[in-house]
């Protein structure tokens, strides 16, 4: 049988290869090709995820407070970048979500600047939780999920970000065969070349 340890770590490390992937292929310097035509990509999403990335997966499950704050002038940088892109005519029938996502995502970049500038850490926590939900929204808009990796993460997210920090190892060990279950499915998924 699999060490529960191994299943997390696999599981993190599949689940950020598909995320990752998933963005990177959307977001890759230039264009990709499909098909024999090029699927342009949005200026900033790639800088604004190289900023994003360690913020996520250390500072705000360390809790490191102060790691926060100091991304915010990074944040409100490459947040510039995305607001002055110009949606690609290859996604002109997603501009409407596209827009409203766009929008969401700056107000994120806000209000986490605000919390920043407060006390309330427990606060700054959400406001990150909310910009990290903003852009993974955005993101879609361009490079839909993986079938089955909903699924997954709904069952991996409280692991990583409350059970873990936490040294809840109760919870850990009772999610293991649901988190084994998903990455079962999660396994058998054929990515589309697109």
């Known amino acids: 049988m699999v060490s529960f340890k191994k299943v997390v770590f696999l599981s993190f490390l599949l689940v950020s290869f598909f995320v990752v992937s998933s963005i990177l292929a ?22 604004f995820h190289e900023v994003l990335q360690p913020v996520w997966h250390m500072a705000y499950a ?11 002038p990074a944040f409100k940088e490459k947040m510039e970048l995305i607001q002055k892109a110009e949606l690609p005519g290859f996604y002109r029938e997603k501009k409407d979500d596209f827009e409203k996502k766009r ?14 500038k ?7 926590l959400k406001a990150t939780e909310n910009l990290h939900t ?4 955005l993101v879609r808009v361009f490079a839909p999920r993986v ?15 409350e059970a873990l920090p936490n ?4 919870a850990i060990k009772a999610s293991t065969p649901a988190l ?15």
């Open 118 to 124: 407060g006390t309330d850490n427990e606060a700054l």
């Open 26 to 47: 959307q977001t890759s310097a230039g264009t990709q090709q499909t098909a024999g035509m090029s699927k342009p990509r949005l200026e900033g999403l790639k800088e």
């Open 180 to 194: 084994q279950e998903k990455m079962d499915i999660l396994m058998k998924v054929e990515l589309s070349d697109n």
């Open 134 to 137: 903003c852009y993974e929204q």
């Open 103 to 116: 929008e969401a995502l700056a107000k994120a970049v806000l209000d986490l600047e605000e919390k920043s």
């Open 62 to 72: 360390e809790k490191d407070y102060r790691a926060i704050r100091d991304a915010v």
């Open 167 to 170: 040294k809840d190892y109760k």
């Open 147 to 161: 079938k089955g990796l909903e699924s997954f993460h709904l069952v991996l997210y409280p692991l990583w970000h």
